[in-house]
């Protein structure tokens, strides 16, 4: 069974930070780019950063880049988002998700973990 568990979301205060996991199982891990995505009430998803298979390219949206820092860890098959300097509009249930190249569609999805910035 194909599993991706996100964890580690919760309530921050603005200027605080969070790590979150994403724990994959199931499926070929070091084949896959890994993203995050997050949707905040009321909007549509926003894909927020990327990881490449081998974990040496990183790619992020201009309204996080500079304070999350996505990586991973093949022995452990998770994927992580360091999220510093918490904003309100951070808020939202962010997602892990997995996709090989050259396709745009996302193949997995995890349940999604909460993030609540606010003071």
């Known amino acids: 069974e194909v599993q991706l568990v996100e964890s580690g979301g919760g309530l921050v205060q603005p200027g605080g930070s969070l790590r979150l996991s994403c724990a994959a199982s199931g499926f070929t891990f070091g084949s896959y780019v890994m993203s995050w995505v997050r949707q905040a009430p009321g909007k549509g998803p926003e894909w927020v950063a990327n990881?490449?298979?081998?974990?040496?390219?990183?790619h992020y949206a201009d309204s996080v880049k500079g304070r999350f820092t996505v990586s991973r860890d093949s022995a452990e098959s998770t994927v992580y988002l360091q999220m510093n300097n918490l904003k309100p509009e951070d808020t939202a249930v962010y997602y892990c998700?997995?996709?090989?190249?050259?396709?745009?569609?996302?193949?997995?999805w995890g349940q999604g973990t909460q993030v609540t910035v606010s003071s």
């Open positions: 990881i490449n298979n081998d974990g040496d390219v990183t």
């Open positions: 998700a997995a996709r090989v190249d050259p396709f745009d569609i996302y193949k997995y």
